[in-house]
C-alpha cells in the first residue's frame, strides 16, 4: 500500500474515532454492560430466543405452546426496547451506522449501482 493511501485511511480512521457520535456510542455501551438491570432483560430476550426458536424445530409456530412463548418472547423484546438506557444507545447507533454507510457509498458507491444512504455524494 502506497504512503499516501496509509496516511488517509489513518486520517479516516482518527475522524471516526474522534466524532462525537462515535465517542457517546462507545460510553453508552460502556454504560449498557455496566447496567444489570438491562442485562437482566437482555438474557431474558435470549433465553426466549432460543426457546421459541427451539419449539419451532418441533411445532408449528400456530401450535398453542410456540404462541405462548412467541407472545412472552415479543413482551420480552418490547420492554428491552422501552428501557431508557436501551433506546438512547440505539439511536446512538443508527447515527453511527448511517456514518458507515455514507462513508461506504463515498468510497464504494461507484462500482456499485444502488448507495446504502441517501446522503452519499
Known amino acids: 500500500m502506497n504512503i499516501s493511501l496509509s496516511k488517509s485511511l489513518e486520517s479516516l480512521k482518527d475522524a471516526i474515532e474522534s466524532d462525537p457520535r462515535v465517542i457517546r456510542l462507545n460510553e453508552l455501551e460502556k454504560k449498557l ?18 426457546e421459541y426458536s427451539e419449539i419451532l424445530s418441533y411445532k408449528d409456530k400456530n401450535s398453542e405452546e410456540a ?31 448511517d456514518i458507515y454507510m455514507q462513508i461506504d457509498d463515498i468510497i464504494f ?10 446522503d452519499a455524494k
Open 109 to 118: 458507491g461507484p462500482y456499485r449501482k444502488k448507495t446504502l444512504s441517501s
Open 67 to 97: 404462541m405462548k412463548v412467541g407472545k412472552a418472547l415479543h413482551e420480552a423484546k418490547a420492554e428491552l426496547d422501552s428501557y431508557p438506557l436501551a433506546k438512547e444507545y440505539s439511536e446512538a447507533f443508527i447515527e453511527v451506522r
Open 33 to 50: 454492560y455496566e447496567d444489570s438491570s438491562l442485562m437482566e432483560l437482555v438474557k431474558k430476550k435470549d433465553d426466549l430466543e432460543r
